[in-house]
C-alpha cells in the first residue's frame, strides 16, 4: 500500500524559512517523479515543484521559483521542500504526491499524502 | 501564464447527469487528467488522459474531449459525489510541469 507522511509543517514569520519533509513507502520510490502540490485556505490546487526519479532534474512553479528547493534522498525514501522568504501568500496545506506519467502523456498524482500546513505570518 | 477554465459551481439532482467543463488553448494538443476532492480530504485522481478511468473509480465518472474544452462526466449523480473537482492539464510547450484549473463546486441539490 502506497504512503506517503508528510511533516514540517507549521507557523512560520514572513522572510523566514521550513523544511517540509514527506516519508514514502508501499512502491520504488527511487524510480518515480515526486512533487509537492499546495492548496491555500479556501482556494484551490496549486502546483509548486517536482523532481525526477534520480533527483537530477527539477520544476518550480514560477510563484515559488528562486525561494523554494526540491530535493529527495532515495536511501531513505524521502522527498523534501526546503521553503526560504516565505511570504503570507505561502500559508497552505501542502501535500506530497507521487507522480505517474504514462507513454505520451502528462505527469499526474496519483498518490497523495494528508498534508502539513504551513502558516506564514507575525 | 498558462491557464485552465472551469465554471466555479454546477448544481445537480440526485440521478441526474452532472457535466463540469475545462477550457484550455493546449487541449487539442495536450490530455486532461481530474482530480476529486472531497472537504477535508486529499485530492483523488477521477480521470486521466481524457477519458480513462482508474481502477476503483465507478463507471459513472467518464470523460471527454473535443476542441478546447475537457468535461467530466458524472451520469446517475449521488449524494456521495458531492465535492470539488479539478482539471490538469500543460500548456502545449511544456513551459509547465503542469497546470490545474480552478476548480468546480458540484453541488447535490
Known amino acids: 500500500e502506497v504512503q506517503l507522511l508528510e511533516s514540517g509543517g507549521g507557523l512560520v514569520q514572513p522572510g523566514g524559512s521550513l523544511r517540509l519533509s514527506c516519508a514514502a513507502s508501499g512502491f520504488t520510490f527511487s524510480i518515480y517523479d515526486m512533487s509537492w502540490v499546495r492548496q491555500a485556505p479556501g482556494k484551490g490546487l496549486e502546483w509548486v515543484s517536482a523532481i525526477s526519479g534520480g533527483g537530477g532534474t527539477t520544476y518550480y512553479a514560477d510563484s515559488v521559483k528562486g525561494r523554494f528547493t526540491i530535493s529527495r534522498d532515495n536511501s531513505k525514501n524521502t522527498l523534501y521542500l526546503q521553503m526560504n522568504s516565505l511570504r503570507a501568500e505561502d500559508t497552505a496545506l501542502y501535500y506530497c504526491?507521487?507522480?505517474?506519467?504514462?507513454?505520451?502523456?502528462?505527469?499526474?498524482?496519483?498518490?497523495w499524502g494528508q498534508g502539513t500546513l504551513v502558516t506564514v505570518s507575525s | 501564464s498558462y491557464e485552465l477554465t472551469q465554471p466555479p459551481s454546477v448544481s445537480v439532482s440526485p440521478g441526474q447527469t452532472a457535466r463540469v467543463t475545462c477550457s484550455g488553448d493546449a487541449l487539442p494538443k495536450q490530455y486532461a487528467y481530474w482530480y476529486q476532492q472531497k472537504p477535508g480530504q486529499a485530492p483523488v485522481l477521477v480521470i486521466y488522459?481524457?477519458?480513462e478511468r482508474p481502477s476503483g473509480i465507478p463507471e459513472r465518472f467518464s470523460g471527454s474531449s473535443s476542441g478546447t474544452t475537457v468535461t467530466l462526466t458524472i451520469s446517475g449523480v449521488q449524494a456521495e459525489d458531492e465535492a470539488d473537482y479539478y482539471c490538469?492539464?500543460?500548456?502545449?510547450?511544456?513551459?509547465?510541469?503542469?497546470?490545474f484549473g480552478g476548480g468546480t463546486k458540484l453541488t447535490v441539490l
Open positions: 488522459k481524457d477519458s
Open positions: 504526491t507521487k507522480v505517474t506519467i504514462h507513454l505520451g502523456g502528462l505527469p499526474y498524482f496519483d498518490y
Open positions: 490538469q492539464s500543460a500548456d502545449s510547450n511544456g513551459t509547465y510541469y503542469v497546470v
